[in-house]
């Protein structure tokens, strides 16, 4: 992946967070600056911490037939929270949506570029 397509990514992720946030009203971003910096913050937490996560809890994954992965979502999108200002998110089931809907709006952006 060279220069241009990780922009591209990265902004598209961006517009991805700020349309979820405006969407949902337990989510609050406080610019289009700020949903950069939370695409950022999120990609970097799911390359380092959900990896381990998700190792961790192989069992009760396996017995939820992958749902538990939403969990471990919105906990990603909780811990973000937690980590930045400008970005919030009222509980756990606002993170859960959020969640959702991010990677729905995630994957049509994506394929339509």
Known sequence: M??????IRLLLSAAAVFVSAKILSGVKVDSSG???????VLGVI?????????F?????????????????NALMIMLVDKLMKGFEVKSFWWAFFFSIILSVLN????SLF
Not at 2 to 7: N, P, Q, R, S, V
Not at 34 to 40: G, K, M, R, S
Request: avoid cysteine; charged fraction near 5%.
């Open 46 to 54: 799911n390359a380092i911490v959900k990896p381990i996560l998700v």
């Open 107 to 110: 994957a049509i952006l994506q």
């Open 34 to 40: 700020q949903a950069v910096l939370v695409a950022i």
């Open 2 to 7: 060279d220069l241009t397509e990780f922009i």
């Open 56 to 72: 961790l809890t192989i069992p009760i994954t396996i017995i939820t037939l992958g749902l538990f992965l939403l969990v471990i």
